[in-house]
């Protein structure tokens, strides 16, 4: 219950973490997953967790 969201082209994209929406189309944001530091290039449900692995979702509003 953590995050939820809808199937994408790249898998999962997350819509809400902790109860905080994140919703392009309203509000020009997203949450972008990172993995060590960098950003994944796959979707949450399609990235291989390995041990000693960092993530973290950040919530992200494009400006323009």
Known sequence: GLISG???PYGLTVITVDGEAAV???DNAYWALYENGEY???GADQT????GDEFSL???KDAS
């Open 58 to 60: 950040v919530y992200t």
């Open 6 to 8: 809808e199937d994408g």
């Open 24 to 26: 392009w189309d309203t």
């Open 40 to 42: 994944a290039s796959t």
């Open 48 to 51: 291989v967790l390995d041990d």
